[in-house]
T-cell receptor, first 111, second 115 residues
Framework: AQSVTQPDIHITVSEGASLELRCNYS??????LFWYVQSPGQGLQLLLK??????LVQGIKGFEAEFKRSQSSFNLRKPSVHWSDAAEYFC?????????FGAGTRLTVKP | DTGVSQDPRHKITKRGQNVTFRCDPI?????LYWYRQTLGQGPEFLTY????????KSRLLSDRFSAERPKGSFSTLEIQRTEQGDSAMYLC?????????????FGSGTRLTVV
């Protein structure tokens, strides 16, 4: 069965600093991987997804993620964080019929 | 197309009451999913429909929970005899086809508080 681990519950970065959010997955076959962002009281918005091919995936809002099969990881990165990026971030692994989410990482941005 | 709509946004109910939530997916999406999200956790899969057929249910979906999608368009999720442990955000999502390829589009959720 697929599962996702996000080791960091909460991360604080200064505005303008770089960001990396960690995600490790467990899945028996080729994984389909996603990153979502959730603002307080809102649903989840898709940032980016990986299916195959280039292991560096570009998403919306300046985010990117890199798939590393050898490490079973799919870490999310952004070179320069903006105050509006403060939110909860969820990594997910998808199969044909459903998607399993990690517990999330809450991002706080300091001015 | 306005995306996935959920109604109501918030619901406060007394323990033991029944509640019903509605989800309107993106019109051309044939798959519809319900998830539950508790504070500090990621969404947990409850059930999904392909058109009007309910194809999978999680063990989290106890006998007090029932979901329908009668005409393959909107869906309802009913919780009978609510308990305080049912307090959560209930998220609906839809997809054009297999999740692995298309991913989900989520609604804004219904926050349920059982008092």
């Amino acid at each position: 069965a697929q599962s996702v681990t996000q080791p960091d519950i909460h991360i604080t970065v200064s505005e303008g600093a770089s960001l990396e959010l960690r995600c490790n997955y467990s899945y028996g076959a080729t994984p389909y991987l996603f990153w979502y962002v959730q603002s307080p009281g809102q649903g989840l918005q898709l940032l980016l997804k990986y299916f195959s091919g280039d292991t560096l995936v570009q998403g919306i809002k300046g985010f990117e993620a890199e798939f590393k099969r050898s490490q079973s990881s799919f870490n999310l990165r952004k070179p320069s964080v903006h105050w509006s990026d403060a939110a909860e971030y969820f990594c997910a692994v998808g199969a044909n019929n459903d998607m399993r989410f990690g517990a999330g990482t809450r991002l706080t941005v300091k001015p | 197309d306005t995306g996935v709509s959920q109604d109501p946004r918030h619901k406060i109910t007394k323990r033991g009451q029944n509640v019903t939530f509605r989800c309107d997916p993106i019109s051309e999406h044939n798959r519809l999913y319900w998830y539950r999200q508790t504070l500090g956790q990621g969404p947990e899969f409850l059930t999904y429909f392909q058109n009007e057929a309910q194809l999978e249910k999680s063990r989290l979906l106890s006998d007090r929970f029932s979901a329908e999608r009668p005409k393959g368009s909107f869906s309802t999720l009913e919780i009978q005899r609510t308990e305080q442990g049912d307090s959560a955000m209930y998220l609906c999502a839809s997809s054009l086809g297999t999740v692995s390829f298309y991913g989900y589009t989520f609604g804004s959720g219904t926050r349920l508080t059982v008092v």
